[in-house]
């Protein structure tokens, strides 16, 4: 079954009808003042089309973890503002997502128009996307556009629940973005070659799991490369490891040989005996007591940076080191820039990635950059999201 998109639904019209757009305005908001509007302006692309057909929109989003309880520091208010400049037009704001209030500023919005609705995680029915409150969220709109792929991994009512009381719904461009890039690592062409890398196993046990047998080549770096080198029986000083997941890394290890995947790990080591700026360092090809890996060795990531020139498809998660303190951050430049001098066809995903591709600057040569964190990671695993199941007609 496809997802119904919005071109669709444009096509069949909109103009006058009351639209509920989920999208995702989660953004950091510090005494009142929006410190970071990328989220914002991803929205803009679905808002803009609606508004031009004449649609009139009420948007829902949440924003962060209010946990049920109206706190007014989890307010969207500070949001409609922002929104408003963006959009170069008004912006109403409605201090509630559901109920009778709702229904009053929907009658004095007009054709284009658009109302932001006060964060939905203010009802603790939300996040256990309980249906009477769908059902209430649902109620006033003749249509519902989900463009927030970053929660699309939830079963929430107002990204799964509500579609069961709205027959016409459609994913927005952002969420049909996202899918579309992200399916290129699930049907890749071929070579694919994906690194992995970060602070745990345990974070990326499940993807590292499905890509393992699944990708030409994988490679490790971060922290978790040392978990697999215990598995390997290999020294790793002072490095963290995660000696609970130790049978995991070695079923991965397992994994990829039956399938004939060439699994790649660090042979070289930046190590110190301090994480901070400034710490004696050495290049190490065996890491010695009391010392810990910060970053893959210049040989490890020249290693890397080959197999990426050789994919037709890469997939990356993760940084290879604590690229946050200079001199811990050669290999992750590496193997961003070797992501930004291919033809291949490139997907990055993760929150400290993406700050390590923009700090880097090669954002702007990488195919596609995922803002989707935990919901990336589970499409690439080739895990059902709610959220997108939600729009399948
Ligand atoms: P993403 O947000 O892209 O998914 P993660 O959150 O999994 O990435 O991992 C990023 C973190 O991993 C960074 O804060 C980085 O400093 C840390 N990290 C990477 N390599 C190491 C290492 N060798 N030792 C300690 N921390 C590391
Ligand atoms: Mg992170």
Not at 13 to 22: H, S
Not at 129 to 136: E, M, Q, R, S, T
Not at 258 to 269: S, V
Request: proline share 5%; hydrophobic share 45%; net charge negative.
């Amino acid at each position: 079954m496809a997802v119904a998109d919005l071109s669709k639904l444009l096509a069949d019209g909109v103009r006058g009808q009351r639209i509920l757009v989920r999208a995702d305005l989660n953004v950091p908001i510090r005494d009142g003042k929006i410190s970071d509007d990328t989220r914002l302006r991803a929205s803009l692309p679905t808002l803009r089309r609606l508004l031009a057909a004449g649609a009139r929109v009420a948007l829902a989003s949440h924003l962060g973890r209010p946990k049920g309880e109206r706190k007014p520091e989890f307010s969207l208010a500070p949001v409609a503002p922002r929104l408003a400049e963006l959009l170069g037009q008004d912006v109403a704001f409605c201090p509630e997502c559901v109920g009778p209030e709702v229904g009053t500023a929907l009658e004095v919005l007009g054709e284009g128009q658009v109302l932001l609705l006060e964060n939905v995680r203010f009802h603790a029915e939300e996040t256990q996307n309980d249906p009477a409150f769908a059902k209430a969220l649902a109620e006033p709109f003749e249509g519902f556009v989900n463009d927030a792929f970053g929660t699309a991994h939830r079963a929430h009512a107002s990204t799964a629940g509500v579609t069961a009381h709205i027959d016409r719904v459609a994913a927005g461009d952002l969420l049909q973005s996202e899918l579309d890039h992200l399916r290129v690592v699930l049907e890749p062409e071929r070579p694919l070659m994906v690194v992995l890398g970060g602070a745990k196993v345990s974070d990326k046990l499940a993807v590292l799991e499905a890509l393992a047998p699944h990708a030409d080549v994988l490679a490790i770096g971060g922290a978790m490369s040392y978990t697999f080198m215990a598995a390997q029986g290999k020294p790793v000083g002072a490095s963290l490891m995660e000696a609970e997941r130790i049978d995991d890394a070695k079923r991965i290890l397992a994994a990829a040989e039956a399938q004939g995947r060439t699994l790649l790990l660090p042979t070289d080591h930046v190590v110190a005996k301090k994480l901070e700026a400034g710490a004696e360092s050495r290049v190490v090809s065996e890491i010695p007591d009391g010392w810990m890996g910060l970053d893959i060795g210049p040989e490890t990531a020249e290693r890397y940076a080959l197999e990426i020139a050789k994919a037709k498809t890469f997939f990356w998660n993760g940084p290879m080191g604590v690229f946050e303190i200079e001199g811990f951050d050669a290999g992750t430049k590496r193997v961003a820039n070797a992501a930004g001098d291919t033809d291949a066809t490139t997907v990055v995903g993760g929150g400290d990635s993406l700050a390590a591709i923009n700090q880097i600057g090669v954002g702007d040569r990488i195919t596609h950059l995922s803002t989707g964190g935990g919901a990336s990671l589970e499409y690439v695993q080739g895990l059902e999201l709610p959220g997108v199941t939600a729009l399948e007609r």
